[in-house]
Nanobody, 119 residues
Framework: VQLVESGGGLVQPGGSLRLSCAASGFMFSSYAMSWYRQAPGKERELTAAITSIGGSTDYASSVKGRFTVSRDNAKNTVYLQMNSLKPEDTAVYYC?????????????WGQGTQVTVSS
């Protein structure tokens, strides 16, 4: 099982980035996908989530209207489009896959990608 994030980097305030998370080794289309982020000295927090078939999304209030989560089940990939970035968006962004199998929660995490918003 692998979740590999990419697309992070350094961007100026007001700029945009698109993160990708490529999944392999499990039935991607059966898993809800989400993006979490963790800033230095802070707890990891849910940023955006999308259901297994992409019919529903949810966002943290701090990113609503600026970030968009989407998925392509044919490519086993989930995306996070981040616009109007702010310095407070600086964090390591993690991809998470989750589903319930036989009453138990299965969760996989990626290794994270650094996003730095700074002038």
């Amino acid at each position: 099982v692998q979740l590999v994030e990419s697309g992070g980097g350094l961007v100026q305030p007001g700029g945009s980035l698109r993160l990708s998370c490529a999944a392999s080794g499990f039935m991607f289309s059966s898993y809800a996908m989400s993006w979490y982020r963790q800033a230095p000295g802070k707890e990891r927090e849910l940023t955006a989530a999308i259901t297994s078939i992409g019919g529903s999304t949810d966002y943290a209030s701090s990113v609503k209207g600026r970030f968009t989560v989407s998925r392509d089940n044919a490519k086993n990939t989930v995306y996070l489009q981040m616009n109007s970035l702010k310095p407070e968006d600086t964090a390591v962004y993690y991809c998470r896959a989750a589903t319930v199998v036989g009453g138990s929660l299965n969760v996989y995490w990626g290794q994270g990608t650094q996003v730095t918003v700074s002038s």
